[in-house]
């Protein structure tokens, strides 16, 4: 990207974009579910990863925004914009993934982990295929110790955008979920030759999530 260019895009679109979206984000309605004792929003002993879908970072960035939480964002251009938005919404950010810096990175979240973040991370992400739970969510919880928390959000009414990952805009004035399932812990012991089980756990439970959470939410499309 040359200077010009980048110019216009980190110091006047990104700012006006996050500023309209939060203009428009203070018109949503959105509550938790299934949230006791896992909530980023409140106080509790255990620190935790949040494993979600691509499509579904913009919410989380903005509700779970100030919260101590901390995040990976990949070494492409694009990574490079998603970690400066989130970290206008107070997301402490890494740069990696799996294809790049991933163990350098994973060894800076554990870091971040053991100083009392949550790690939030998408499963999908950065590129995909949609829905598909890459590992490193798995080696990141045999690394800390922490648990894996599925986490999804769904709303009455948003767009979806005609990228890869399907992402999701709520519009003005929706109403939206989000909805945990059940804490999984990773031994630090785990073979290799169980690691695809354990993505196909974490995709089945985010699935059933999902349906729930949009199901609640009254989202049909979305």
């Given at each position: 990207?040359?200077?010009?260019?980048?110019?216009?895009?980190?110091?006047?679109?990104?700012?006006?974009?996050?500023?309209?979206?939060?203009?428009?984000?203070?018109?949503?309605?959105i509550k938790e579910m299934n949230a006791e004792n896992i909530?980023?929003?409140?106080?509790?002993?255990?620190?935790?990863?949040?494993?979600?879908?691509?499509?579904?970072?913009?919410?989380?960035?903005?509700?779970?925004?100030?919260?101590?939480?901390?995040?990976?964002?990949?070494?492409?251009?694009?990574?490079?914009?998603?970690?400066?938005i989130a970290e206008k919404f107070g997301i402490t950010m890494?740069?990696?993934?799996?294809?790049?810096?991933?163990?350098?990175?994973?060894?800076?979240?554990?870091?971040?982990s053991e100083q009392g973040f949550d790690i939030a991370l998408?499963?999908?992400?950065?590129?995909?295929?949609?829905?598909?739970?890459?590992?490193?969510?798995?080696?990141?919880?045999?690394?800390?110790?922490?648990?894996?928390?599925?986490?999804?959000?769904?709303?009455?009414?948003?767009?979806?955008?005609?990228?890869?990952?399907?992402?999701?805009?709520?519009?003005?004035?929706?109403?939206?979920?989000?909805?945990?399932?059940?804490?999984?812990?990773?031994?630090?012991?785990?073979?290799?030759?169980?690691?695809?089980?354990?993505?196909?756990?974490?995709?089945?439970?985010?699935?059933?999530?999902?349906?729930?959470?949009?199901?609640?939410?009254?989202?049909?499309?979305?």
């Amino acid at each position: 990207m040359k200077p010009f260019q980048r110019l216009l895009v980190f110091k006047i679109a990104i700012p006006a974009a996050v500023f309209v979206f939060k203009m428009i984000a203070a018109t949503f309605n959105i509550k938790e579910m299934n949230a006791e004792n896992i909530s980023p929003r409140k106080p509790r002993a255990k620190k935790y990863i949040f494993a979600f879908k691509h499509s579904q970072l913009l919410e989380h960035i903005y509700f779970y925004r100030n919260t101590k939480m901390a995040s990976l964002g990949s070494l492409s251009r694009d990574g490079e914009i998603a970690v400066v938005i989130a970290e206008k919404f107070g997301i402490t950010m890494l740069r990696g993934s799996s294809s790049r810096g991933g163990a350098a990175a994973l060894l800076g979240l554990k870091t971040l982990s053991e100083q009392g973040f949550d790690i939030a991370l998408t499963v999908d992400g950065p590129r995909g295929p949609l829905g598909t739970v890459n590992g490193g969510v798995i080696y990141l919880a045999k690394l800390t110790g922490a648990e894996i928390i599925p986490s999804c959000f769904a709303c009455d009414r948003g767009i979806r955008l005609r990228t890869w990952d399907k992402f999701l805009i709520p519009k003005p004035f929706s109403k939206g979920l989000f909805n945990f399932g059940k804490p999984i812990k990773i031994p630090a012991d785990l073979a290799d030759d169980k690691i695809d089980g354990i993505k196909e756990i974490i995709r089945a439970d985010l699935e059933r999530i999902n349906t729930e959470c949009q199901e609640a939410a009254g989202g049909k499309n979305v």
